[in-house]
């Protein structure tokens, strides 16, 4: 067997060493490869699965606290600002509080009873039953991401209200466009 001389010692040392660099090399491509593969596998599967669902979830859609009310509770669910304005000004519509009662006695829509979704069954029979079935009823609660309206809604619906609608985020945009509300410490506005 032929002997190979090298000039330079330092040559040598990165030739030995040169095998060892290349599966080490190999070694990560191979992993960032199967990375990218299960990733690819595991995304597509959801996707799948997504689609056979009943209850899909859509891919491309408004995802604002107001869509994923109506997504989860019917679309006819959320009435507008201007429309529960008009309904409250005309007295033709039953507002009620989803918050605490503490939150409630802080302040609340001029007129407004207080139902915490915890306190429903309690207390359903004292408050709505003085009211016929076809009464609108505009529940409410506070914050872009409260949904105790929503829930407080779906409740009235399963008790036999149907003219039930939620005002998202209620009391923020009732006090931001300064319309009578009354609380504790505070004038009736």
């Not at 056979?52 to 669910?77: C, Q, V």
């Not at 503490?102 to 039953?129: C, T, W």
Request: net charge negative; hydrophobic share 45%.
């Amino acid at each position: 067997m032929p002997i190979i001389e090298f000039p330079n010692p330092e040559h040598k040392a990165q030739m030995i060493a040169l095998p060892w660099r290349r599966q080490i090399r190999r070694t990560w491509e191979t992993a960032l490869w199967q990375t990218a593969i299960l990733t690819l596998m595991a995304v597509v599967l959801g996707l799948i699965v997504n689609q056979l669902r009943s209850d899909s979830m859509p891919l491309l859609g408004d995802w604002s606290p107001e869509a994923r009310i109506t997504l989860k509770f019917g679309k006819n669910i959320l009435i507008p600002f201007e429309e529960a304005k008009d309904k409250f000004l005309t007295d033709a519509a039953v507002f009620i509080d989803a918050r605490t009662p503490e939150l409630y006695q802080k302040g609340h829509i001029q007129g407004a009873r207080n139902m915490p979704i915890g306190d429903f069954d309690q207390l359903s029979d004292r408050v709505f039953m003085e009211f016929p079935e076809d009464t609108l009823f505009v529940t409410y609660c506070d914050g872009e991401d409260c949904t105790l309206s929503a829930a407080l809604a779906l409740k009235l619906k399963e008790i036999g209200f149907e003219n039930v609608r939620v005002l998202h985020n209620g009391w923020s945009v009732w006090k931001s466009h300064q319309l009578p509300f009354q609380g504790a410490g505070e004038q009736e506005g």
